[in-house]
């Protein structure tokens, strides 16, 4: 183990601070990770595309301003995996899909532009299911990325590059967007914390919209307190967003460190459990619904009736407003043309181009979606899953008159095998069964891990709940169930990920 | 694309058989400064492509946010038009492709519209005609396609297209009538009539330049037309591209005496859009509803709902300026001038000007004279608008007092007014620069009328004889002397006395 790999092991947090006493340059931390990528990433394809230069630029800058005293941000310094699905003034944005090959926007994203406010080093672009449409990066243009638990599992997805280069340490801090479930379920399979803010907390202005209503940028860390550090410098009111919450941010770093759930009321949600759950997911969720009770929260069992109509409907909405977002990428003003020979129209080059740079995931979902809302079909699908949204909506209302937070798995299921679901898409979909109520409703969610489970020892998630704006109640349990099961196990839980080893003892590499 | 004429009817037979209904879907860019969802400038002219941004070009990520004043445009527009505003509403996305459509969605409304079911009065002769309004929404603009290449400057046949984004964006505001029946002969008339009357209360409202050759106003008509006495309407036809008030009229009648030939021949109306062509006055046939779009509305989920305040709302309605018919009639009953003046006013877009001009002190017969003639022959030989010509209605009014109080004679004016529009000054300026003031000194008058008695004695003679006519060869002759500063009738009264013929003139 180099000093460098060292560097990565830190939290955010950590590095945060030394950067801040001067004990390490963010340039000594960059190059740190920039080497742990160059090293790894052939194994885990976590990244698109590597800035390392535009990187290295920004942690000089950063060490440069505090050379001259200036006071920097909570993650000044810190290095930073952010989503294909950002724009980027000065890195290709791909969102996953060929037909955006090579584009460079000419704008940042208010996430790029407040992380690189905030003195934050974006170390690259990172994979993504094409226009984030899927459970697995498989449905990537370039290519899936993997887990570093077990380089043969997928990492989850949408945000599965950002979820993989986090949990292979080739970037304390990630940035996924979650719109059924994209950033908490590749956590849960990662064995991070992964955090869906409250819908209009984060800023969707160049974030390359999937669907609209459901779209939620948010952060992917190592610890609790990472991902509340990041959460606050991320989120907040943008005037650009019709759809963002003027609001103050709530106050998520302090309930982190809080980490205290005495006499808070915990619903476990009874419809999120039984038949197509791993018997190993609910096993560690039982556990950790127990420990929470030993921590002092009153636990109570809620019921959601509809909770089994959010994924149906989720598939209505969310390709109605796909089938909408994506129309623009025609091949008139920006990424792939196919087809313009001279002689072909501009109808038959955008038909073209379409048909060549859209894969199979996002095609059908445009399909789906196009017919949902054609007329004479509306009112029986989209407008009956605005409904069902509405109802489901009201099921939380309900439930957090009894509640303070619900509580579930965050996924059904582990990390399943590359190819294994690629051809069933219903299975595929299933990944956010538990996830997508959330998104419906707007509320905020966060998956922490609650340990291993016990058949295939890979990482299991408990989702937490919580009203709209009430994003503070999420860290706060997942700070308590964090620190006490790193107690009890004595080492944070991703020391256990041992899949890059495996896979360099298997190169007859050393990979970490 | 060429077709072949299709068969018509003569309007007045075609009327005779057959009642039409009319109606009008009519947008216009409103004049907020900046676009209707991004801070892009709303110029027109400019370079192509360079009032764009992420937004109103569509780029991934990019998202709208609505522009305040376009809203406010439009709630006055309604309440004007005496439609109910809505207290909730939401935009909605229009969704098809096509090139200058940078999303391939446009941000239109579709059920829920701004403000719904209004009406306005339309003057058709001494006639009122009430349009109802079914609805005024708020709407994005389209960027502009220019087709290079090929005959018709169509898409079909063109060698490459250039698109321009600038207009993309543009806050657009459709307001859609009812059908209106019962009109007979003169829908053609009730349909320029209204698109005349909609434009003057757009330009009353400050809403929106409302030009309709720069395309800030732009109409597409309805017609269908059913037998006479029959109580259901016909099959309705879409004419698009009718870009002037003269096509509108033109456009109506052109449907109705093709449709007229069709049912004649015992055919059936095809529902179609129509394009109209400005140098023929005929349509010719575009899509067909078989082929319409199913445009795929669904709530804009990138914007909140629009939720106005009603108080604002009322805020708004009590700062409406007073509007175009109600002017018309104060205007008419103060400048106690004949509905036909009043008319022919508002057609040379003079009505404001003229009541400007009396307000200074001008006579009303006088000011409506030198507006229409003297000064609109100038706007229309310099081609812009007779209020943009550089002189005023105070101007026109000192004018008028100097010819009134015979100063000036209406030559001499003339002769002023070219000062002024030449930028030499204000008309007392420019008759001291000029010298232009009438010569009253009775000295040189009559040494100038004695030197041409002198100058033509046979003339002279002949008016001695009685011949009166002939005085008016003198007349000129001291008119010229003159420079023609003299007034005219004053000369011939003192060559006549002159000449013993006082009491002849």
């Known amino acids: 183990m180099t000093s460098s790999t060292d560097l990565t092991r830190l939290t955010a947090a950590d590095m945060a601070a030394a950067v801040a006493a001067g004990e390490i340059s963010a340039v000594e931390l960059t190059t740190a990770h920039l080497t742990r990528i160059a090293e790894t990433d052939v194994h885990v394809r976590a990244f698109l595309h590597v800035a390392a230069d535009g990187a290295l630029a920004a942690a000089r800058a950063i060490d440069e301003r505090r050379a001259a005293g200036e006071a920097l941000g909570p993650l000044a310094g810190v290095p930073l995996a952010l989503k294909d699905v950002f724009t980027t003034a000065d890195m290709p944005t791909t969102c996953g899909s060929k037909i955006l090959a090579g584009w460079q926007p000419p704008y940042d994203a208010t996430i790029t532009a407040r992380l690189r406010g905030a003195g934050v080093v974006i170390l690259g672009k990172t994979n993504m299911d094409e226009f984030a449409m899927g459970s697995s990066t ?124 005495a006499g808070l009321r915990v619903g476990v949600v009874k419809e999120l459990a039984g038949d197509g759950y791993a018997s190993g997911v609910l096993t560690r969720f039982n556990e950790a619904v127990e420990l929470l009770e030993t921590l002092g929260a009153k636990v109570t069992e809620v019921s959601c009736p509809h909770f089994g109509y959010g994924l149906p409907a989720y598939y209505l909405i969310a390709p109605s407003e796909a089938s909408s977002n994506l129309a623009r990428f025609d091949a008139m003003r920006y990424g792939l043309r196919t087809g313009d020979d001279g002689t072909a129209s501009a109808e038959e080059v955008m038909s073209l181009t379409r048909a060549a740079g859209f894969g199979a995931e996002v095609k059908r979902r445009i399909m789906l979606g196009t017919y949902a809302l054609s007329s004479g079909y509306y009112d029986a699908y989209y407008g009956k899953a605005q409904q069902v949204r509405t109802l489901i909506a009201r099921d939380f209302a309900a439930a957090f008159e009894q509640a303070d937070v619900l509580v579930s798995p965050t996924t059904p299921t582990t990390a399943f095998s590359l190819g294994e679901r690629v051809d069933d898409p219903m299975a595929m979909y299933l990944a956010d069964l538990c996830t997508i109520p959330g998104n419906l409703a707007g509320n905020a969610a966060l998956s922490v891990p609650c340990g291993l489970a016990p058949e295939d020892g890979l990482p299991v998630g408990l989702q937490i709940m919580a009203p709209v704006l009430a994003d503070d109640r999420l860290y706060r349990v997942a700070a308590a169930v964090e620190a006490a099961l790193d107690q009890r196990r004595g080492h944070p839980l991703l020391d256990d990920a041992n899949g890059l080893e495996r896979a360099g003892d298997a190169d007859g590499e050393a990979v970490r | ?107 239109s409304q579709y059920d829920e519209p701004l403000c719904t079911d209004g009406w306005l009065d339309v003057e058709v002769g001494v006639e009122i005609v009430r349009i109802g309004i079914e609805r005024v929404h708020l709407e994005e603009d389209t960027g502009k396609s220019l087709h290079v290449g090929g005959a018709t400057g169509r898409i079909h046949g063109a060698d490459y297209s250039l698109v321009d984004y600038n207009r993309a964006g543009i806050p657009l505001v459709e307001v859609v009538t009812k059908p209106v029946p019962g009109t007979g002969s003169l829908a053609p008339v009730v349909a320029r009539a209204y698109v005349t009357e909609l434009r003057d209360l757009m330009r009353s409202l400050d809403v929106s330049d409302v030009r309709m050759e720069q395309g800030s106003l732009r109409c597409d008509v309805n017609t269908s037309i059913a037998q006479a006495g029959s ?143 003297e000064l609109a022959r100038r706007a229309n030989e310099a081609g812009i608008a007779l209020a943009l010509l550089p002189i005023t209605p105070a101007q026109v009014a000192r004018i008028c007092a100097l010819v009134e109080s015979g100063e000036l004679s209406n030559r001499l004016a003339r002769q002023v007014l070219d000062g002024v529009l030449a930028g030499e000054g204000s008309p007392d300026e420019v008759v001291a620069a000029r010298g ?36 008016g060869g003198l007349v000129g002759d001291v008119m010229r002397a003159t420079g023609g500063k003299a007034d005219a009738a004053a000369v011939k009264q003192l060559i006549l006395q002159r000449l013993g013929q006082a009491g002849q003139a």
């Open chain 2, 436 to 471: 232009l003031a009438v010569v009253t000194d009775a000295g040189v008058l009559a040494a100038a009328v004695d030197e041409a008695i002198a100058a033509k004695p046979d003339v002279a003679a002949k008016v001695r004889d009685g011949k009166v006519q002939a005085a």
């Open chain 1, 138 to 261: 498989e449905n990537s243009a370039f290519g899936a990325s993997r887990n570093p638990w077990d380089l043969s599992r997928v990492p989850g997805g949408s945000s599965g590059g950002s979820a993989a280069a986090v949990a292979a340490f080739e970037a304390p801090l990630g940035i996924g967007t979650d719109t059924g479930g994209s950033i908490r379920q590749p956590a849960a399979v990662c064995g991070l914390v992964g955090v869906k803010p409250t819908y209009g907390g984060s800023s969707r202005y160049g974030l390359v919209a999937f669907a609209s209503s459901l779209d939620t940028p948010g952060p992917l860390a190592r610890t609790v307190l990472d991902a509340a550090l990041l959460h606050e410098v991320m989120s907040g009111h943008d005037p650009c967003d019709s759809t963002s919450l003027d609001a103050p941010v709530p106050p998520v770093a302090a309930a982190a460190r809080r980490a205290d759930v």
């Open chain 2, 1 to 107: 694309m060429t077709q072949a004429p299709e068969r018509t009817v003569p309007f007045e037979e075609a009327v005779a058989r057959y009642e039409p209904v009319i109606g009008l879907e009519t947008h216009v860019e409103l004049g907020t400064r900046s676009k209707m969802f991004c801070g892009c400038p709303t110029v027109f002219g400019a370079e192509p492509n360079t009032a764009v941004c992420p937004v109103c070009l569509g780029l991934p990520g990019s998202l709208p946010v609505t522009n305040k004043a376009a809203i406010e445009y439009t709630i006055r527009i309604g309440l004007a038009l005496n439609c109910s505003i809505a207290s909730w509403c939401r935009f909605a996305r229009k969704n098809y492709f096509y090139p200058d459509m940078p999303k391939n969605y446009q941000i």
């Open chain 2, 231 to 373: 109580a259901q309407w016909g099959k309705r036809t879409e004419t698009k591209n009718v870009n002037s008030l003269r096509s509108v009229e033109r456009a109506v009648r052109s449907e109705i005496e093709r449709q007229a030939a069709i049912l004649d021949a015992g055919g059936r109306v095809v529902q179609e859009t129509r394009h109209f062509h400005e140098n023929t006055g005929t349509t010719t046939a575009g899509r067909s509803k078989e082929e319409a779009q199913d445009y795929r509305y669904f709530p804009e989920p990138d914007l909140v709902p629009m939720e106005p305040a009603p108080e604002w709302v009322e805020e708004i309605g009590s700062a409406l300026p007073e509007l175009p018919s109600a002017r018309r009639a104060r205007l008419q009953a103060e400048l106690g001038l004949p509905e036909s003046d009043i008319t022919a006013l508002r057609n040379a877009g003079a009505l404001d000007l003229v009541a400007e001009t009396v307000a200074q002190g001008a006579p009303p017969e006088q000011a409506r004279n030198w507006w229409l003639t």
